[in-house]
T-cell receptor, first 113, second 109 residues
Framework: DTEVTQTPKHLVMGMTNKKSLKCEQH?????MYWYKQKAKKPPELMFV???????INESVPSRFSPECPNSSLLNLHLHALQPEDSALYLC????????????FGDGTRLSIL | GQQVMQIPQYQHVQEGEDFTTYCNSS?????IQWYKQRPGGHPVFLIQ?????EVKKQKRLTFQFGEAKKNSSLHITATQTTDVGTYFC?????????FGKGTRLHILP
């Protein structure tokens, strides 16, 4: 069982829809991450939050909007996505931004119609 | 930017045979992490290597960090069906980790 919980597990949406992915951890970790993973590819970093502040944005298109309401929660708001955005979206957390192991959630499998 | 190459891309082994995956960098690494992702699963942290020449063991898994801190390897002795998955090296830089392309391990019964 993972200690990082992501919802929903699956999401199908049209290109004009607005939806949100949610991530929650109760390990007291102060760094949280969003990754995108295409099939048979490695996870690609999208965003890093440290102490609830956005610290890294890997030049992600603005149709992806992250939010960190508190130290346990991380959201990814989606709007006007493209078919190529279909992927597994993984959330991870670590004790802090330093050399710490990252704990991943099971991911949200997103399909854009 | 930092270039990390992981080889091989795929490996098929008979159950009971050994397996090794290699991670090579063009630049010196401060540290490197290894993750395993089962089919349909999420990455799971295995180990972190920090010191030059470091060797760490976890049961049948042996992790090495090169003397020059430019390469690393993961060796599995006597593979089992539970070892199936993709093994990623993930060097750490600028407060983030960059995943290598991974080695996909298939076990033939």
């Amino acid at each position: 069982d993972t200690e990082v919980t992501q919802t929903p597990k699956h999401l199908v949406m049209g290109m004009t829809n607005k939806k949100s992915l949610k991530c929650e951890q109760h390990m007291g970790h102060r760094a949280m991450y969003w990754y995108k993973q295409k099939a048979k590819k490695p996870p690609e970093l999208m965003f890093v939050y440290s102490y609830e502040k956005l610290s890294i944005n890997e030049s992600v298109p603005s149709r992806f909007s992250p939010e960190c309401p508190n130290s346990s929660l991380l959201n990814l708001h989606l709007h006007a996505l493209q078919p190529e955005d279909s992927a597994l979206y993984l959330c991870a957390s670590s004790q802090d931004r330093g050399r710490q192991p990252q704990h991943f959630g099971d991911g949200t499998r997103l399909s854009i119609l | 930017g930092q270039q990390v190459m992981q080889i091989p891309q795929y490996q098929h082994v008979q159950e009971g045979e050994d397996f090794t995956t290699y991670c090579n960098s063009s630049t010196t690494l401060s540290n490197i992490q290894w993750y395993k992702q089962r089919p349909g699963g999420h990455p799971v942290f295995l180990i972190q290597l920090v010191k030059s020449g470091e060797v760490k063991k976890q049961k049948r898994l042996t992790f090495q960090f090169g003397e020059a801190k430019k390469n690393s390897s993961l060796h599995i002795t006597a593979t089992q069906t539970t070892d199936v998955g993709t093994y990623f090296c993930a060097p750490h830089r600028d407060d983030k980790i960059i995943f290598g392309k991974g080695t996909r391990l298939h076990i033939l019964p």
